[in-house]
């Protein structure tokens, strides 16, 4: 058992080897890391197994078949590094530049602008009976899963069991689980086709299973929803699912603008939405520089960058968007591979390439400085959302800068001189 002591005990790896003088004393180390290993996944199974069997009685009693039930969990596997995966946070931040530019390539916006081409007859469809505009399928189907090219390689319902058998998140993956063998239940498909990421997310347009059991459709007429061997079935779904989370037809998601010298950056934010007329009369333009057109239509100003990169206005079917996956950069991302897949040009003011790496650690000590100077900055969780990037601005705004939002290293010390003076 070699491989066990190296992968799980590095560091005695070469204690074990180092000496032939010490292999009396490796091999009692080395008997008693096998049998705590052992031990171990012993433990785990045997709690696996017992959590299976509670979940089997949970889903007969929600009227899930016993055939079903027996189909998919009778073989169900315990996956450790689902666990692994579930409580993996990144190290670092991840900056708009980073995200953005990773996902819009040329070679995505080519393959998109193919698929769009080959499939617009049925795109056309959708779009005359949904109102969701074809691009915009394609453009999720792009960052989803590079338009079918990576759907996950993990079982569903093995992951789904056992994070349903871990206490972190028991109860929302418990759930999951069951719609997944509903949809078994319902003859859309079999347990051992459910393939896809190690979270549960399905199919071309990666559905949770309770997302799958409210909007996916059958397009196709063939009596199943697939959503993985279908492309009428993936692409009406996903329609389907926007229309339900309020896409307003006829609008578009937003677009790049031009912002007047000396802007006040401070009216920057999803939470602060302008008339485009009110935005023209601050010299905001369009990204060529011609005026916008004067109108009541709401929307907010973004600048992922601070004031050295792009800014966008964006509507409410950008919320939309959102609503199908939180992160601000998903949905700028989709908007603007939306655009280019319908033949726009690309950004007038790319983001700039970030070279800087800031840890989520130090965004933790930024959000505890930020509150001892009295700026609300959320709970102190790492994570750069919003509400932190609005303290960022305050903060900016306070000290006469440029009230972007945007935090590098040099504001970085800056906060944490100043607060430092508080304390």
Excluded at 180 to 206: N, T
Excluded at 381 to 400: E, H, L, P, W
Aim: proline share 4%; net charge neutral.
């Amino acid at each position: 058992m070699p491989v066990i002591a190296t992968r799980y005990f590095p560091a005695l790896s070469f204690s074990l080897a180092h000496s032939a003088c010490c292999r009396k004393i490796g091999s009692g180390i080395m008997a008693f890391i096998v049998l705590t290993f052992t031990h171990t996944v012993h433990a785990e199974n045997n709690d696996f197994g017992e959590c299976i069997a509670r979940i089997k009685a949970q889903a007969k009693a929600e009227g899930i078949s016993d055939r079903t039930v027996s189909k998919a969990l009778d073989k169900a596997k315990y996956i450790p590094r689902v666990i692994e995966l579930d409580r993996r946070q990144p190290e670092f931040t991840q900056t708009f530049a980073n995200y953005f530019n990773t996902r819009i390539n040329d070679e995505r916006i080519q393959r998109g602008r193919e698929l769009f081409t080959r499939h617009r007859p049925l795109l056309n469809q959708i779009q005359q009976e949904t109102g969701i505009p074809a691009q915009y399928l394609v453009s999720f189907w792009g960052l989803e899963t590079n338009y079918g090219g990576h759907f996950g390689d993990w079982s569903v319902v093995d992951s789904l069991a056992t994070l349903a058998c871990d206490p972190r998140r028991s109860t929302f993956f418990t759930q999951e689980l069951f719609n997944a063998m509903r949809i078994v239940d319902a003859g859309d498909i079999s347990p051992e086709r459910m393939i896809g990421s190690w979270a549960g997310a399905m199919g071309h347009m990666q559905f949770m299973p309770s997302t799958f059991l409210r909007y996916a459709k059958d397009i196709d007429g063939d009596g199943r929803r697939d959503l993985w061997g279908s492309i009428p079935d993936a692409m009406g779904s996903a329609a389907n699912f926007l229309r339900q989370l309020g896409w307003a037809p006829g609008l578009d998601w937003g677009r790049e603008v031009r912002l007047p010298p000396a802007f006040d950056y401070s009216l920057a934010g999803r939470d602060q939405m302008l008339s485009e007329a009110e935005w023209a009369k601050l010299g905001v333009t369009t990204a060529a520089g011609t005026p916008l057109v004067p109108t009541e239509q709401r929307a907010a100003l973004l600048v992922p960058s601070g004031h050295q990169g792009p800014a966008f206005l964006v509507t409410k079917n950008f919320y939309v968007i959102m609503r199908w996956n939180r992160s601000e950069f998903y949905a700028l991302s989709v908007g603007h591979l939306a655009d280019r897949i319908a033949g726009a040009a690309a950004l007038h003011r790319t983001p700039r390439a970030d070279t800087e790496k800031i840890s989520r650690e130090q965004v933790r000590q930024l959000q505890m400085d930020l509150s001892t100077l009295g700026i609300d900055a959320g709970d102190a969780d790492g994570v750069m959302g919003s509400v932190t990037r609005q303290a960022i601005s305050r903060f900016q705004k306070n000290t006469q800068r440029i009230a972007d939002g945007h935090l590098d290293t040099t504001l970085l010390m800056v906060i944490r001189e100043a607060a430092s003076m508080v304390r």
